[in-house]
Nanobody, 124 residues
Framework: QVQLIESGGRTVQTGGSLTLSCQASGLIFSDNSLGWFRQAPGKGRELVSAISWHSTTTRYAPSVKGRFTISRDNNLNTVTLHMNNLQPEDTAVYYC?????????????????WGQGTQVTVSS
């Protein structure tokens, strides 16, 4: 049984930093591209960042580029999202996701496994 368990979500002030972690089990971790999606109240789920199975390729949403950094450790089966200079519009539930190995173009339709989500709230 595949599990993706996120941690690290909390309330921070505008301009603050936060690190989200996702621990995976039940899958061959290096067989997947990984990503972080987020969903704000009343909005659809959007890709924040993705990383290829060998970490050589990363993608970021324009709204977070330069502020967020994604990384993974295939030995520990973890994927991490470092978030800097957080803004109120970053407030959302953040989901860890595992997608196909062949692409980092992750969408809600090609994700194979989802985490339960962790809440990030940025107060102004």
């Amino acid at each position: 049984q595949v599990q993706l368990i996120e941690s690290g979500g909390r309330t921070v002030q505008t301009g603050g930093s936060l690190t989200l972690s996702c621990q995976a089990s039940g899958l061959i971790f290096s067989d997947n591209s990984l990503g972080w999606f987020r969903q704000a109240p009343g909005k659809g789920r959007e890709l924040v960042s993705a990383i290829s199975w060998h970490s050589t390729t990363t993608r970021y949403a324009p709204s977070v580029k330069g502020r967020f950094t994604i990384s993974r450790d295939n030995n520990l089966n973890t994927v991490t999202l470092h978030m800097n200079n957080l803004q109120p519009e970053d407030t959302a539930v953040y989901y860890c996701a595992a997608g196909p190995k062949s692409t980092v173009v992750l969408t809600t339709t090609n994700i194979e496994h989802w985490g339960q989500g962790t809440q990030v709230t940025v107060s102004s």
